[in-house]
């Protein structure tokens, strides 16, 4: 599991999927979230919009990760 390290509150998933680099694109993260292949706390997340906060774990191709809170 690769830990992600976010500086704000929460970030949204479309956004969280580029900071992981898991996508290089918004439309990218768009088409993903769309064919339903990411997963958000082990349940399949359909709102690019998401907000994600520490603790939160996205899976997607195969990869899993966490958001982590940076100091």
Do not use: W
């Not at 993903?32 to 994600?52: A, D, H, M, P, S």
């Amino acid at each position: 599991m690769e830990q992600i390290g976010i500086h704000t509150e929460y970030i949204k998933l479309d956004s969280f999927l580029k900071l992981a680099g898991v996508t290089e694109t918004g439309g990218q993260a768009k088409e993903l979230i769309e064919k339903q292949l990411v997963f958000v706390n082990g349940e399949t997340c359909t709102q690019r919009g998401r907000k994600l906060r520490p603790g939160d774990s996205v899976v997607c191709n195969g990869k899993e990760y966490r958001v982590v809170a940076e100091v």
